[in-house]
């Protein structure tokens, strides 16, 4: 885990700032393009960091897991402890690895990574595993940068360009982008 991972607030700091607040105003519209076509559902967020998508999801069965305890610790403050139900045993957020998510088969209508899977050692791994639990999982990931920024990614986040790791082989994918900065990924199983 990188060190940044550890510094929840300095982290959001430096994800707003480093991409002028693109990150945030995409991750909006995409959630409300997305809600269009699943008005209301049970949805989990692998990687959820620091929580920004929950508010989003008012009204939906929304779950979320991160490895990092410090980033879950921060998400925390945009939960509901009255309203939150719990889920096979498990909390809305939960600590939990991307590769073996602590869920049934089939469980949540959709599973999202929203700016993760470059995060992630074994994207492929994990894609496999969020088919595991969801009907369909959703990627929102940075179209690949100019190298200077992919190295400075790469440095304080421990990203790297998924499309170069060729983890969609043989998957049914609709892909689209949003506002040439971003990449939407639908996955289906086959």
């Known amino acids: 885990m990188k060190?940044?991972?550890r510094h929840p607030r300095l982290y959001n700091l430096l994800?707003?700032?480093l991409n002028f607040g693109l990150s945030d105003l995409a991750r909006v519209e995409f959630v409300r393009s997305l809600k269009k076509v699943l008005p209301q559902g049970k949805v989990l967020e692998v990687g959820i960091g620091t929580g920004k998508s929950i508010p989003l999801?008012?009204?939906d069965e929304f779950f979320g897991v991160d490895n990092s305890i410090s980033m879950l610790l921060l998400?925390?403050?945009y939960t509901n402890p009255v309203r939150d139900k719990s889920l096979n045993g498990t909390n809305k957020l939960c600590?939990?690895?991307a590769y073996k998510l602590p869920f049934k088969n089939h469980v949540f209508d959709i599973v999202l990574f929203i700016y993760t899977l470059?995060?992630?050692e074994k994207p492929r791994l994990a894609l496999d595993?969020?088919?595991r639990v969801g009907s369909e999982t959703i990627v929102l990931e940075f179209?690949?940068?100019?190298k200077v920024f992919e190295w400075l990614g790469k440095k304080l986040f421990g990203s790297h360009n998924i499309n170069a790791a060729g983890i969609f082989h043989g998957l049914n994918i609709d892909h689209s982008s949003y506002i040439n900065q971003f990449d939407i990924y639908r996955i289906k199983k086959m």
Do not use: H, M, N, Q
Request: hydrophobic share 45%; charged share 30%; net charge positive.
């Open 3 to 5: 060190w940044l991972y």
């Open 15 to 17: 994800d707003s700032v």
């Open 57 to 59: 999801f008012k009204g």
């Open 75 to 77: 998400a925390k403050k």
């Open 95 to 97: 600590v939990a690895s």
């Open 118 to 120: 470059r995060t992630i």
């Open 129 to 131: 595993e969020a088919l």
């Open 143 to 146: 179209k690949p940068l100019p």
